[in-house]
């Protein structure tokens, strides 16, 4: 891994361009995918079919935990490492059965724990990482609504959480298997400025105003309904589900999230993830 992270870091133009190659193929291959899984679905049940790949998600993840863990035993601030990739396989577990309505959608964490990879070996941060997933995930599923499936019920934050999560897989793997020393090697700058500096925190801060300027002058709504007339954006195209919880026919209950909720959730992960980098380079 530090030899991977070394040469993209040295090579970055080499790097973003493969990184967005990479992101390309995973938005345009959505239709491709999507044959795929209906093709197997129709070979087996839906019922058979979710429950065989919840028992592979399940072996996937276990020895994916025992690699890891294994790595931390042999390296340093084992405690912290221990920690993060913990509260990471929480919510892996957490969100495979609340936010999951068929189980082949945990090929996100695979998708973006990858391209976590190439987006960390530019900014050398784990936060940044985490954050720049999640919005080129939130691009991907904004293409789904809008432009691949019209027809499509509502934007899916959901998935947005997924990709973010699979963003954290992809950092937790990079923390667990570069050493202290590793590290050093790497950066050869430490964080500067106040926290209030941060790229997150300026973009973040940029997108929420943004977004609420939207939301209060009528361009952006929620869902259906008397106020939203004459919405250009219009995150739900039908009233949201009166239940929490929805149950569908082969096994799954999940909940859809609120924008508010996914807007809320998206803040405070990367907040975890990013606190991961002052952690760091306080050792260093």
């Given at each position: 891994m530090n030899r991977l992270i070394n040469f993209l870091n040295r090579h970055k133009v080499l790097t973003f361009l493969l990184g967005g190659l990479y992101f390309l193929l995973t938005?345009?291959?959505?239709?491709?995918?999507?044959k795929i899984s209906v093709w197997f679905q129709s070979k087996l049940s839906t019922a058979v079919y979710n429950n065989m790949l919840g028992i592979i998600?399940?072996?996937?993840?276990?020895?994916f935990s025992l690699y890891l863990l294994n790595r931390i035993r042999k390296g340093d601030d084992r405690k912290f490492k221990i920690l993060c990739l913990s509260l990471t396989i929480t919510l892996v577990v957490i969100s495979f059965n609340t936010l999951l309505s068929i189980n082949i959608e945990y090929i996100h964490f695979l998708q973006y724990a990858i391209?976590?990879?190439?987006i960390f070996s530019i900014t050398l941060k784990f936060g940044e990482t985490v954050f720049w997933?999640?919005?080129l995930g939130t691009v991907?599923?904004?293409?789904?609504?809008?432009?691949?499936?019209?027809d499509f019920k509502y934007f899916d934050f959901n998935d947005v959480i997924l990709n973010l999560i699979g963003g954290g897989i992809g950092v937790i793997l990079?923390?667990?298997?570069?050493?202290?020393?590793?590290?050093?090697?790497?950066?050869?700058?430490?964080?500067?400025?106040?926290w209030f500096r941060s790229k997150v925190i300026i973009i973040s801060m940029v997108l929420l105003l943004g977004l609420l300027i939207l939301y209060s002058a009528g361009y952006v709504h929620f869902s259906p309904g008397p106020d939203?007339?004459?919405?250009?954006?219009?995150?739900?195209?039908?009233?949201?589900p009166s239940a929490f919880w929805i149950s569908v026919a082969w096994g799954k209950t999940y909940h859809v999230l609120h924008p508010i909720e996914g807007i809320?959730?998206?803040?405070?992960?990367?907040?975890?993830?990013s606190f991961i980098d002052f952690k760091i380079w306080k050792k260093i």
């Open positions: 938005v345009l291959l959505h239709l491709e995918v999507s998600g399940l072996v996937v993840v276990s020895f391209l976590s990879i190439p997933t999640t919005i991907d599923e904004a293409y789904q609504y809008f432009i691949l499936d019209p990079i923390l667990t298997t570069l050493s202290k020393l590793q590290f050093q090697g790497l950066y050869c700058n430490r964080l500067s400025g106040k939203s007339t004459g919405a250009s954006i219009l995150l739900r195209r039908e009233l949201p809320v959730l998206t803040g405070i992960l990367v907040g975890f993830y």
